[in-house]
């Protein structure tokens, strides 16, 4: 099961509370084109595997839960010094 880091539960909180998110919602990440995509939701779709972790709610397209099943979601800053989320092994 993905595991969710500190510092990624913090973005992630940060970016419900800035997207005014209902009580329950949470982060999705679904296939995109060639990679992943990470948009608010509030609620897990029908299949999405539901991480509960560091006070925040995480739901997995069932592929993506298949491919992120032993990574860990983190958060690191990029190139312009912003936060991001990032997967690592």
Do not use: C, H, W, Y
Not at 3 to 31: F, H, Q, W
Not at 54 to 70: C, M, T
Not at 72 to 78: G, N, S
């Amino acid at each position: 099961m993905l595991t969710i880091s500190e510092s990624a539960a913090e973005v992630i909180k940060l970016v419900l509370v800035g997207g005014d998110s209902p009580e329950g919602s949470g982060l999705r990440i679904a296939p995109a084109g060639e990679g992943l995509q990470a948009s608010i939701a509030a609620e897990p779709q029908s299949g999405d595997e539901v991480i509960e972790e560091s006070g925040v709610r995480v739901f997995l397209e069932p592929q993506v839960a298949a491919l992120l099943g032993d990574k860990v979601l983190d958060a690191e800053r990029d190139s312009n010094g912003e936060l991001a989320l990032a997967v690592r092994d």
